[in-house]
T-cell receptor, first 113, second 118 residues
Framework: NAGVTQTPKFQVLKTGQSMTLQCAQDMNHEYMSWYRQDPGMGLRLIHYSVGAGITDQGEVPNGYNVSRSTTEDFPLRLLSAAPSQTSVYFC????????????FGQGTRLTVV | DQQVKQNSPSLSVQEGRISILNCDYTNSMFDYFLWYKKYPAEGPTFLISISSIKDKNEDGRFTVFLNKSAKHLSLHIVPSQPGDSAVYFCAATLPTNAGGTSYGKLTFGQGTILTVHP
């Protein structure tokens, strides 16, 4: 079972470059989310989606775009990378039902120089 | 506005003893609470959860307690083992009848680093 797959695992960007972090899930989950993890800050929600075509902002959305054209995929786009976006990014999916847990990908470690 | 808080950044415990990790929340609308465990270079993995209609849930060595009046939950690990050393996150969700799309969010605390010494 693949679960939630994130690519790439590691990435180094120069300031100003753009890139897309990929996230795919094969569990037919309706809910998907992107988080970033920074020391002392926990997991902060960037963007989330409750279904194909429906996205919303989390706590720290600035500098990131998302779209959800299919149930399976939820890519995160960095429009113009900044050093403040150096972080570890996690994608998660969850079934749309009461009292369900989220499943996480392995993470993408991004460094912006 | 940090709606879920873990005020202890770290906890050190001897093997065999009890580990108690704490979590506070401010939004009384949260109706489901979860604990996740995270090892370095891996994604968080689900550990245990509790619904707001309960005050305790047990799974082997792990027990979660919920005190709704105090808006506080705790995770007890008994007995603690060196393999339990990891970062522990608590998280909370809103009910599906919450406004807008907010029911789709899982809000996390800052995490507590647990170290269990042999």
């Amino acid at each position: 079972n693949a679960g939630v797959t994130q690519t790439p695992k590691f990435q180094v960007l120069k300031t100003g470059q753009s890139m897309t972090l990929q996230c795919a899930q094969d569990m037919n989950h309706e809910y998907m989310s992107w988080y970033r993890q920074d020391p002392g800050m926990g997991l902060r929600l960037i963007h989330y989606s409750v279904g194909a075509g429906i996205t919303d902002q989390g706590e720290v959305p600035n500098g990131y775009n998302v779209s959800r054209s299919t149930t399976e995929d939820f890519p995160l786009r960095l429009l113009s990378a900044a050093p403040s976006q150096t972080s570890v990014y996690f994608c998660a999916s969850r079934r749309a039902a009461m009292n369900t847990e989220a499943f996480f990908g392995q993470g993408t470690r991004l460094t912006v120089v | 506005d940090q709606q879920v808080k873990q005020n202890s950044p770290s906890l050190s415990v001897q093997e065999g003893r009890i580990s108690i990790l704490n979590c506070d929340y401010t939004n009384s609308m949260f109706d489901y609470f979860l604990w996740y465990k995270k090892y370095p270079a891996e994604g968080p993995t689900f550990l245990i959860s509790i619904s707001s209609i309960k005050d305790k849930n047990e799974d082997g060595r792990f027990t979660v307690f919920l005190n709704k009046s105090a808006k506080h939950l705790s995770l007890h690990i008994v007995p603690s083992q060196p393999g339990d050393s990891a970062v522990y996150f608590c998280a909370a969700t809103l009910p599906t009848n919450a406004g807008g799309t907010s029911y789709g969010k899982l809000t996390f605390g800052q995490g507590t680093i647990l170290t269990v010494h042999p």
